[in-house]
């Protein structure tokens, strides 16, 4: 399907780009890295030398200067990958723990980590829930108490994605329990800081990434790690949400579209009672009623994608957008599973891993009731 949202030579160059890094160095290895339970951080580094980890950011730090029309691009072709887990590692990387410090960070914050980050020299992590606080954000109880001229931190935080792999936090930390809202700040801490350590976690799906507890006991860090103001990183926050949201949409939406594909090839060819399954009315009912969905989910996608391009604030429809491709994302799984038979219940296949790969995004980034409380403000309600 085409869209007019990247319609130049240029993004086709870029996806042409993209899904050669793909065929050749990530769906070779997608069940290595699920054994492993992480991704060999020199791809990191493959990726920034082909200009995939800085897409919206500005060429003075070493980024593209893009627009999310590319970044749609890229997790398109990236969810092709197979390993819904990989992508979940990357995206963590270039939307949910870097673009607070692209866009709120002090100079000196983006020449020491910005920019190698962009090249794939070191790898991120965003730490925001906690064991008693998921999506509910204000309630994060990590804090980060002012010595002289250092954060003293102290807390913890759970389903960490590139726990055991990153070499910074983007951490949401209290930093001034009575101030409300305007009590939180955000802080880069690196994980080689005494005092941090991690324990990985076993997770039944997205296996091609590495999810961990995070554990800071009177971790230090300079002030000057700060990302932002003081105070402001609640709101920070916030904004930061909606990349790791949109980013969460086109991937899902991506990843239900390849394995549709797939599961069509798979029906062409398996037979029933003499026929392939195919050309049985129930299956071809399916089959379309799963393309009209996921095509319905990928128009609000890139509405929100040509907002993100104008400029405008989107919130509202990145959420029904998550909301709605989340429950697609779920429904496309278990009835390509159901097709496959006997073979979708193995790890081999696409549609088993898909089954509790797609559960994922229902839960993070923001749970589906939280998404729903979120939408009926903004409605009026």
Not at 232 to 251: I, K, P, T, Y
Request: glycine share 10%; aromatic share 8%; charged share 25%.
């Amino acid at each position: 399907m085409s869209s007019e949202i990247y319609a130049s030579a240029e993004h086709e160059a870029f996806r042409a780009v993209v899904r050669k890094f793909v065929q050749e160095e990530l769906e070779p290895r997608a069940r290595e890295f699920d054994a492993s339970g992480r991704i060999d951080k020199s791809l990191y580094r493959k990726m920034g030398a082909l200009g995939m980890l800085g897409i919206r950011y500005e060429p003075r730090w070493g980024g593209s200067g893009l627009d999310w029309s590319y970044t749609t691009v890229l997790f398109e072709e990236l969810a092709r990958c197979d390993n819904a887990g990989v992508t979940m590692g990357i995206s963590v990387h270039t939307d949910m723990a870097t673009p607070s410090l692209h866009q709120f960070g002090s100079d000196e914050l983006r020449e020491r980590w910005l920019i190698p980050a962009i090249r794939g020299e070191v790898v991120s992590a965003i730490g925001v829930t906690e064991p008693d606080a998921g999506s509910d954000v204000a309630g994060i109880k990590t804090r980060a108490v002012r010595d002289g001229d250092d954060w003293v931190i102290n807390g913890s935080k759970i389903y960490i994605t590139n726990a055991a792999t990153a070499d910074f936090i983007c951490l949401l930390a209290v930093t001034d329990p009575s101030a409300g809202y305007g009590g939180f700040s955000q802080i880069l801490v690196p994980t080689d800081a005494q005092g941090f350590s991690y324990q990985l976690l076993d997770k039944i799906g997205n296996r091609g990434s590495d999810t961990g507890l995070l554990f800071f006991e009177d971790v230090r860090v300079p002030v000057t790690n700060t990302i932002g103001d003081v105070g402001r990183g609640f709101q920070q926050q916030m904004m930061q949400f909606q990349d790791e949201r949109l980013v969460a949409c086109v991937s899902s939406n991506a990843s239900s579209l390849a394995l549709w594909e797939k599961t069509r090839g798979w029906c062409q060819e398996r037979k029933l009672f003499g026929k392939t399954l195919a050309k049985m009315q129930v299956t071809q009912f399916k089959m379309v009623e799963m393309m009209a969905r996921m095509t319905a989910d990928r128009a609000l996608v890139h509405e929100c994608v040509r907002k993100r391009v104008r400029g405008e604030d989107a919130t509202l429809e990145i959420s029904m957008a998550k909301l709605l491709v989340g429950r697609t994302s779920r429904a496309v799984a278990d009835e390509c599973i159901q097709l496959h038979g006997g073979f979708g219940y193995m790890t081999e296949s696409s549609a088993g891993r898909a089954f509790v790969d797609a559960r994922l995004i229902s839960i993070g980034g923001g749970a589906d009731e939280v998404m729903i409380q979120y939408m009926a403000k903004m409605l009026g309600f």
